[in-house]
Every structure is written in structure tokens, then in C-alpha cells.
């Protein structure tokens, strides 16, 4: 009976393009951020042990073998993979439990009364996402510093690194969140996309170690270079160069930006 | 649109389809400003989906709604500062705190520190000064709604929709409910009632719309709706057993407890005919009663009656 219809553009004369609502905005972002503070057993100390546990398990496994590249050792290697791959999921859920959680309680009905605009509503799920991940890689980076000594071969390439990537994530997480209607919808996003892609995305190997085909594919694959971008900015070597990774990255960003504004102004999902 | 710059809300034209189904049908009444106006309609009438689309969660096929001469589409901002909208089912954020909640509603319409003041107000007025601090999912629904009904009052709106505001709630929240948003309205706020209790809308309302099936039946002040009913009740218990008389049988409007309810027209059945009729017919009376219409029997009368034309293009 509820038919789906198309959505279409609101005429040009509205607001909705427009960031105009400051305290509206810095409102929503602390109010993001303290949802995921108020559970943050679940939300930053649960995938930080994850992680680690992935770092003591496989630098153990691969003790002793050749070196990914020269003068690093593997364990070394695994650690910017590993945060990056943490920011990408925590990232990504961070937005995605947050959007669905409140579409399925029925709670979302306050932010749509309200007088906030799409890009208010973007960047301050992307905001809080980004205090998220940066909370998790600073955890992971302090407690794997106990055990391996990590170079910082060029500061800003890993900020914006982290910052194009966490960013993308997020933006993939609201709109996983805007499609989804039911948990189910997202443990798809999160078992079928998110998870293969950082499985395949060379976090615990060199793309150059892959069989030709998997070689290509990786190349096609953003979490790839979002991988190799944040390594180079640790060591200064990667499978890649930097600005190929940089370019990816915000191009991925771009995309997925535009993609999400559009569902964002026009209601897709949200607004019969 | 036919905006006059004493109307709170301006609804013109407004029709929106599920599918096949017609949820409004050319809907265009005002509602103006100061007013206590109520908008009832059986369940599926449409009543919702209006308020939801002058709320901003579903957009409108056709037509235009202003609020306070803000359009609620080309000024969408605007429009949606100037309302506060009660939504029916029990919402709420588990996250939060009752007073962090508030606040956060508060910043989505732009207000800071000071709406605390205000807010802190609402929890002593709406009896949640004592669970202030109290998770929102340990509330009980009771409490639940008076949350939900400060989040809406949060930015001070001048104009209030309040749907279906006590349903399932205790009489003592009812009481509450009313007297605070009797303050309110006589301090200028335009307060929008949808209910099922008709008692409630009847003592509240200065004018109420009657909508079924999308278009809207009737729109008049309280008193014209119950003045333009042209019956009467006469409830008789019959003292001795007995057929009622052939001619008053098509007057029974129902029959409870071995009381027989008769509706009689004003004009064309008086009492003292009645009466005369039982004599007649060696009937002794028991118990006699009388009653005036009230809403629920306008209510039913228009709702039910599908031969009656709706209001056409509405009443202004």
C-alpha cells in the first residue's frame, strides 16, 4: 500500500543545499558523539582488542618471514593495515548502527521535524564517525607502540589518510543507513561489502605477493589504497604511489558524498 | 494561497496517495492563530498523514500548507521553527537522559543555554522534575509521552499539533496535559488536537474539522457542530412488559440495561408525543431520561452518513 515513489529534487528555491544552522549541527555531532561515548566498551575498546588480537596472532604466525619491504619487519607492516582497518569498520558503523538503530525506533522522527539540512545532518554524522575512528587508531597506536617501534615518515599524508578515509566510510555508513529499514539490511552492507573489501585490501600482505588476477582486482578495490596511502605515511614506501592513494581516496569520498547529499535533500528513504 | 495573517496554519489543496489509496483528497481549511482547534476523523480518515505533512516527514502530492505565512516546502526552515508537533506513537531515544534529550531537541531548533531555563520548567509543570536524570528507557509510558510532549514545546513554538496526545494515558497525566497547554493557549499558542476521546475535544476545542476518507466533512466552531445535531435523547424504562407502539419503534436509535433510547427530532417528535403514544398503548414508565447530542454522536452521524457531500474546497 506504502508504494514507493520516485524521489524528486525539492524546487530551487528551498535551503536544503545550504549549511545555515550552526548550533543545530554542533548539537547533532555532540549528540553522536555522546551515543557512541555512552557505550564505548562496545564502540572503541571492543575493536581495539580485536585488532590487537589480529596483530599478536599473525606478527607470532609470520615471525621470521621475509620482509614486505626493506628494513620492516612484518609486524611493523601489519600495524597501519590493521588501524586502518579498524577505522574503516568503526567508521562505517559508527553512522550506519546509528541512522538504522534510529529509523527502526521510530526516534528519527525528531531530526526530520527538525530545521536541519542535509549538509548539517552529513557532517555531523561524519564529525562524530571521525571521533570514533580517531579515538580507536590512537588506542591501537598507543598500545601497539609498546611492542614494535613505528616510524612517521610524512605526517600529513597519514592525516589526510585517515581523514579522506574515515570520512569515506561514514558517508558509506549513512548511506547504508538512509537503505537499510531493518538490522538485517545492514549486516548485509557489513558482511557482503565492508568486510571483503578489507579482508582483500592487502592489511596483512603486499599487493605484489597476489597471483596476477587477485594483483589487478586489488587495484579496483578503495580500501586498498586507503591501506597503502596510510603505510606510506608510517614508512614512506607503498605499493603505490601516495598521490595515486590521495586521489582514490577523494575521489571515493567525492562519490559517495554526492551520492549521500542527494538521498539526504531529496528525503530517499526517509521522508514518504 | 488564501492566507489571511491571522492564520496559524494554511492548508491548501492538499491531496496524497499511498498507491491506490486516496490518504487526502483535496484537503483546505485555516486554523487561526490563538486557536484551540481540533481535527477528528475515524481511524484511516487522514488525520496523520496531514499532520505528518506539516510536520515534514511525508510530502504532500499536491497543494500547499503555511504555517504562519511560512511555506512548509520553499520555506521549510522557517515553517518548521514555528511548529511543535506531539507524533502519536511513544519514540524515544535509549541513549539519553530525560533533561540531555530535551536540550539536544532544544539545539536542533537552534536554542542553547537559554532554553534550559524553560526546559526546567516543563519538567516541574509536566511532573518529570523526579526523573530528570532517569535513562529514557527505564520511563514508564506515561512518562514517556510527557517527554514527548516537552520535546515538542522545547523551542517555545507558537503553534502546537498534538496527535492523539493521551491515548493510553492515566487521567492524572490527562489533567496535567490539559492544564498545561490550556496555559499555554491562553498565552497565545495555537494548539492542533487530533483525539479519540470526543469528550476532550468538545471541552477544549473553539472549532473542530471532521475528516473521513481524505476530505474534509465539516468544519465549524464547537457549538455550531453540536447546535446543527437536530435531535434529542429520550432513554425510557418501560414499568410493566410491552410492546413499544408501532410508531415510535423507528425512533429507537438503542436499547441497554432494559432502558430503550429514543432519537427524536426536535421539530417533528416532541416529548409530550412520546409519552402520549406509551399511554395509548397502557405503557407505565419506569425511568424517564433525556440527553442533549454530544460530539461522538455528530461524530458518528458525519462519519457515518456517506450520502452527505464533504466540505467543498473546505470552509475558510
Known sequence: ?272 | MNTSSTDALSIDGVRKAYGKVQALDGVSFNIRRGEFFGLLGPNGAGKSTLISIIAGLVRADEGRIGVLGHDTVRDWRSARRLIGVVPQELVFDPFFKVVDMLRIQAGYYGCGRESWPWIDEMLVKLDLESKRNASMRTLSGGMKRRVLIAQALVHRPPVVILDEPTAGVDVELRRTLWSFMSELHAKGTTVVLTTHYLEEAQDLCERIAIIDKGKVRVIETTAQLLNRHPFRFLRIKLANEGALPESLRPLVSGEKNGSIELRLDREKHPIGGVFTALRAAGLDLEDVHTREPDLEDIFIELTHDNSRPAVAGGAR
Open chain 1, 1 to 272: 500500500m506504502n508504494q514507493e515513489k520516485k524521489p524528486t529534487l525539492l524546487p530551487p528555491e528551498t535551503d536544503l543545499a545550504r549549511f545555515s544552522d550552526r548550533v543545530g549541527f554542533v548539537t547533532l555531532t555532540v549528540k553522536e558523539i555522546k551515543r557512541f561515548w555512552s557505550v564505548l566498551g562496545q564502540t572503541v575498546t571492543a575493536p581495539v582488542i580485536t585488532a590487537l588480537l589480529y596483530l599478536l596472532v599473525f606478527a607470532q604466525a609470520m615471525q621470521g618471514r621475509a620482509q614486505v619491504y626493506p628494513g620492516v619487519s612484518y609486524t611493523e607492516f601489519l600495524v597501519p593495515g590493521l588501524v586502518m582497518m579498524t577505522v574503516i569498520q568503526n567508521a562505517f558503523a559508527n553512522s550506519s548502527s546509528s541512522l538504522t538503530q534510529s529509523k527502526i525506533m521510530g526516534n528519527l522522527v525528531f531530526l526530520l521535524m527538525a530545521p536541519l539540512g542535509a549538509w548539517e545532518w552529513f557532517a555531523a554524522y561524519v564529525v562524530a564517525a571521525l571521533v570514533r575512528a580517531a579515538l580507536v587508531a590512537v588506542a591501537m597506536l598507543l598500545v601497539a607502540l609498546l611492542f614494535v617501534p613505528l616510524p612517521v615518515h610524512a605526517p600529513l599524508a597519514l592525516l589526510a589518510m585517515f581523514l579522506l578515509s574515515g570520512a569515506s566510510l561514514a558517508v558509506l555508513g549513512l548511506i547504508a543507513g538512509i537503505v537499510a529499514s531493518k538490522f538485517d539490511h545492514l549486516a548485509a552492507f557489513t558482511n557482503f561489502i565492508i568486510t571483503p573489501l578489507s579482508f582483500l585490501s592487502g592489511v596483512f600482505y603486499s599487493v605484489h605477493a597476489l597471483p596476477p588476477f587477485w594483483y589487478v582486482a586489488s587495484h579496483f578495490n578503495p580500501f586498498f589504497y586507503m591501506i597503502d596511502g596510510f603505510r606510506y605515511g608510517f614508512f614512506g614506501q607503498a605499493d603505490v604511489p601516495i598521490g595515486l592513494s590521495l586521489l582514490w581516496a577523494a575521489g571515493f569520498l567525492a562519490l559517495l558524498s554526492a551520492i549521500c547529499l542527494w538521498m539526504l535533500m531529496t528525503g530517499y528513504k526517509l521522508r514518504r
